[in-house]
């Protein structure tokens, strides 16, 4: 069984930042990507950005320059670090890993956090 812990999402206002932390444990091998995604309402879960095992990072156009993920691989946990929040940025974020257990492979997903950016 896999467990995602996340924390960090709350209130911020516009130009302001968190950073949301997502942890990892259970029976689990070993994990190939971790990352973040969001949804708003009203609208699709979109990837917001994710981490390989071996660093390789992608993230979302709309957040590149004002987001960074990291991972803690030893913890298996990953962070995501939001400065210069937008209004638009407002949406549940989720956790996600992908690996592999003693059942098999994985693509688990966190009961999310929410981010509201608002004045």
């Known amino acids: 069984q896999v467990h995602l812990v996340e924390s960090g999402g709350g209130l911020v206002q516009p130009g302001g930042s968190l950073r949301l932390s997502c942890a990892a444990s259970?029976?689990?091998?070993?994990?190939?990507?971790m990352g973040w995604y969001r949804q708003a309402p009203g609208k699709e879960r979109e990837l917001v950005a994710t981490i390989t095992s071996i660093g390789f990072i992608n993230y979302v156009d709309s957040v590149k320059g004002r987001f960074t993920i990291s991972r803690d691989y030893a913890k298996n946990t990953v962070y995501l670090q939001m400065n210069n929040l937008k209004a638009e940025d407002t949406a549940v974020y989720y956790c996600?890993?992908?690996?592999?257990?003693?059942?098999?492979?994985?693509?688990?997903w966190g009961n999310g956090t929410p981010v509201t950016v608002s004045s």
């Open positions: 259970g029976n689990i091998f070993s994990i190939n990507t």
């Open positions: 996600n890993i992908r690996g592999l257990t003693s059942s098999g492979s994985i693509d688990h």
